[in-house]
């Protein structure tokens, strides 16, 4: 029965991680091929292929980006950025979008410098992502801050701390091991111990 049970919770362990990332591989597939595939899928009607609509986007995507280079379409396309500004509401909800986007892939990425910050009155550290080292444009008194964003354990959310600069260390480590160590609840790196021990 033993043997059995085990057997069984080895198969939740190797079988399961790849079952969920091939579900999430696949959902993010068919949002991402319906952007456009949804309005391409009736003219093609029995010619439409799975991937048509990613294919699309990707391409879309590409032209837009070159255009933005361009002198006139680039000049058009910073009338709209700052139409989109002004306009109440919409402009909150697309700052927040185009901020977002640009930490990840713009030139000053967010989350790439992986902090240590003290927690006060204790010796405990909790490990962060510097996103924004310049806060005195937001808030004067905060000069001496730096924003670092602390994830939740098993969660995508997180928290916002503004943090002393004194009070936080940068450390060598990869935001994406540093990222897996804090959602796991630090049981990534135990399981690459035990992998190297073994």
Same mark, same amino acid.
Do not use: C
């Given at each position: 029965?033993?043997?059995?049970?085990?057997?069984? @919770?080895?198969?939740?362990?190797?079988? $399961?991680?790849?079952?969920?990332?091939?579900?999430?591989?696949?959902?993010?597939?068919?949002?991402? =091929?319906?952007?456009?595939?949804?309005?391409?899928? *009736?003219?093609?009607?029995?010619?439409? @292929?799975?991937?048509?609509?990613?294919?699309?986007? @990707?391409?879309?995507?590409?032209?837009?980006?070159?255009?933005?280079?361009?002198?006139?379409?680039?000049?058009?396309?910073? $009338?709209?950025?700052?139409?989109?500004?002004?306009? *109440?509401?919409?402009?909150?909800?697309?700052?927040?979008?185009?901020?977002?986007?640009?930490?990840?892939?713009?030139?000053?990425?967010?989350?790439?410098?992986?902090?240590?910050? $003290?927690?006060?009155?204790? /010796?405990?550290?909790?490990?962060?992502?510097?996103?924004?080292?310049?806060?005195? =444009?937001?808030?004067?008194?905060?000069?001496?801050?730096?924003?670092?964003?602390?994830?939740?354990?098993?969660?995508?959310?997180?928290?916002?701390?503004?943090?002393?600069? /004194?009070?936080?260390?940068?450390? =060598?480590?990869? *935001?994406?091991?540093?990222?897996?160590?804090?959602?796991?609840?630090?049981?990534?790196?135990?399981?690459?111990?035990?992998?190297?021990?073994?």
């Amino acid at each position: 029965m033993k043997t059995i049970l085990k057997s069984f @919770i080895n198969g939740i362990l190797t079988i $399961v991680p790849i079952i969920l990332v091939i579900y999430v591989i696949y959902k993010t597939f068919i949002f991402l =091929d319906s952007l456009l595939g949804n309005s391409l899928r *009736p003219y093609l009607r029995e010619d439409y @292929i799975p991937g048509i609509g990613l294919l699309t986007t @990707i391409v879309l995507i590409t032209i837009l980006g070159w255009l933005s280079t361009k002198y006139i379409t680039g000049k058009i396309i910073k $009338v709209i950025d700052l139409l989109l500004e002004k306009i *109440p509401i919409v402009k909150t909800i697309y700052s927040v979008i185009k901020d977002t986007i640009q930490s990840f892939l713009g030139d000053k990425k967010a989350f790439s410098k992986v902090a240590l910050v $003290v927690i006060p009155g204790t /010796e405990m550290r909790s490990i962060g992502f510097i996103t924004s080292e310049q806060l005195e =444009d937001f808030y004067s008194p905060l000069k001496a801050h730096v924003a670092v964003y602390v994830p939740q354990t098993f969660q995508v959310a997180g928290f916002t701390f503004l943090v002393p600069k /004194e009070q936080v260390e940068i450390i =060598d480590v990869k *935001p994406e091991d540093a990222m897996k160590f804090v959602l796991s609840g630090g049981m990534t790196s135990i399981s690459k111990q035990k992998g190297k021990s073994s």
